[in-house]
């Protein structure tokens, strides 16, 4: 990824922007890991393209769900379950839900689209999704720089090859078990 970042120049930096875009924390804490680690990534510059691109992925999102609503979300049944959870603790927690939704697991997107669909005044939103993206792109940044010191270039290597291997290791097993449920749902 430090080579990437040195024979590139600025493209990395775009990516990292639109990664975060989407989602990213995986990325950003590996990118700055292998920075502190290795060299050749600036930490400010990182942050704040993660920080652009994630206060960019969350506003469109927001858009979604004010300019489509429900309809937008009935296309994606899968996102209905966290849309609700969303919409839950919008209601129960309100500002401090826009600040933090970007660190909970799976609902970081349909967040932002319940945020809209709700009728959150624009302002508020932009405003608590500026923090809040500065907060989230701040701590991953400083959470992959702290990591990437603290065990060097030859610990990271090896603690990025076992989280890939385990991870591919969990989506074979998760393949396995779900074939073999389906096998036993079939009639004799």
Known sequence: MAELWAEWGGYPYAIAALW??????????AAAAVGAAAGGIDPWLLMVVVWGGSFAGDQTWFFVGRRYGPAALARFPRCQANAARATEMLHKHGTLFVLGFRFLYGIRNVAAAACGLEGMEYRRFAILNFIGAGVWAGSFVAAGWFLGSWLGTERLFYLICAVVFGLLGLLVARNLLRRRAARRALPA
């Open 20 to 29: 975060a875009f989407f989602e990213g924390e995986t990325f950003v804490l």
